[in-house]
């Protein structure tokens, strides 16, 4: 039987990973943030090729030579933002190196003397004053090629930044306040760290054990505030050597930790459990290639496990399965690593990334097929694109909002009580997308109280 005297509340969220453009996103209960994002959109539908001209678009492309002039005359068959095509953006997110763009690299920043975006330097959203931006949008033409690589994406920058100068007050003060901008560290830390206080306090519940996917990288100066503010608050971080971090307090131990899937030197190796779901006696694949490279590529190393007064905690962070088979194969992958750790209670706090109701029902089928329970399917990722990026073309990815539950726990025999999330994304009623500047992450942070049996 389950014991409150051994329950445990446990939580799982991902926390953002690299991300840079404040306006991709839309926070529909924010009209603040709402307006900005429909009066941008509509300067960037407005926005000509006559415009473009007026901003020294022509001396842009002088600038880079090559074919870059022939490309772009035949862009021109078509209005500006219609030109914006899945052909035109196809590089947007491949080519980094020597652009300027004030919207998309909002929050990246950017190496005046090399005229790319670097580790250090300003952020991109600070260089709209006094036309710098178009000074080093200049530089990267004259420096990289990029643009001769992608002469669309020369357009495409410029059309941004244009957008973007024309209300420079506005873009700035947006900006600063955004969940993306790094001087806002020590609030967003301490947003889920009072968020994981708040659930643990109303539960009633004294251990707590958080698993987080897309922890900021270690050695970063984001990565020290984050892991300041869980500390002081009283908890253990454990992190791994990729990007999941458990986090915990109330145990009378740091823990064990049983494997690091970026580390196969620690304890269980991930990635040979791995191996003997998806290959055969003789080494060969079972599934297809994106399959084999997601799951022993990227599943299998983004795994971390914690042993806490008995009970082995793991953490995982797992590549979208695609297919219903795929699903089950994580599934699969889930008791056979928590075996290869040994006997006893455990329970996994996981992104599982499943998008689709078929994936998620193939899913449970396999847990459930194991002995295992998985917790109710609650919506714990909602979002909602604006067309202030660079698939601004697809109908299907712009102004629909997308809900998924993609963070689930799966846990061996004992209670488990699904809490409900934070924030509250099944309240139809006040409708919530994420991220947002009170909420400066893709996922909500979901919550149970545990307890193994006895």
């Not at 060969?284 to 082995?312: C, N, Q």
Request: aromatic letters at 8%.
């Amino acid at each position: 039987m389950a014991s409150m005297a051994n329950s445990t509340l446990i939580g799982t969220m991902n926390m953002l990973g690299d991300a840079y453009n404040p306006f991709e996103f839309l926070a529909v209960d924010d009209s603040k943030f709402m307006a900005v994002c429909e009066s941008f959109e509509a300067r960037a539908r407005a926005v000509t090729w006559a415009d473009l001209d007026a901003q020294g678009l022509n001396e842009l492309v002088e600038a880079c030579g090559g074919a870059v002039a022939d490309r772009l005359t035949a862009m021109r068959s078509k209005e500006a933002w219609a030109a914006m095509d899945d052909s035109a953006l196809e590089d947007d997110n491949k080519f980094f190196d020597h652009r300027m763009n004030l919207i998309v690299f909002a929050m990246r920043r950017f190496d005046r003397d090399a005229a790319t975006c670097a580790d250090k330097g300003p952020l991109v959203w600070e260089l709209t004053s006094n036309k710098e931006w178009w000074q080093l949008l200049k530089r990267c033409c004259e420096k990289g090629d990029t643009y001769r690589k992608s002469p669309s994406l020369l357009a495409w920058d410029l059309l941004c930044c244009v957008v973007a100068s024309e209300d420079a007050s506005t873009f700035a003060e947006t900006c600063k306040a955004s969940y993306l901008n790094p001087d806002n560290t020590e609030r967003h830390a301490q947003i889920f760290v009072d968020a994981a206080l708040n659930v643990a306090r109303d539960a009633r519940m004294g251990r707590c054990v958080l698993g987080l996917q897309e922890f900021p990288q270690a050695g970063t100066p984001r990565a020290a505030v984050f892991e300041a503010a869980f500390k002081t608050a009283g908890f253990e971080v454990v992190r791994a050597v990729r990007s999941c971090a458990l986090v915990h307090k109330g145990f009378g131990s740091g823990g064990a930790v049983l494997a690091d899937g970026g580390d196969a030197s620690i304890g269980v190796d991930a990635d040979a459990v791995m191996k003997t779901l998806t290959r055969d006696a003789n080494g060969e694949p079972k599934y297809d290639k994106k399959t084999m490279a997601a799951f022993e590529g990227t599943t299998a190393a983004k795994v971390l496990s914690v042993r806490l007064d008995g009970v082995a905690y793991h953490a995982l962070h797992a590549k979208e399965p695609k297919t219903p088979e795929a699903a089950e194969l994580l599934a699969k992958f889930l008791a056979a690593h928590a075996a290869a750790c040994g006997a006893g209670p455990f329970a996994w706090l996981v992104d599982t990334n499943l998008a689709k109701e078929s994936t998620d029902s193939a899913f449970r089928r396999e847990v459930e097929a194991s002995g295992l329970q998985v917790s109710a399917s609650v919506p714990t990722t909602s979002k909602r694109r604006s067309r202030l990026h660079g698939q601004c073309y697809d109908d299907n990815k712009c102004h629909k909002t997308v809900v998924a539950a993609k963070d689930k726990f799966v846990v061996t025999d004992g209670s488990l009580e699904l809490l409900p999330t934070v924030p509250d994304l099944a309240d139809e009623a006040h409708p919530v997308t994420l991220p947002r500047e009170t909420w400066p992450a893709d996922h909500a942070l979901v919550a149970a109280v545990f307890a193994p049996s006895a």
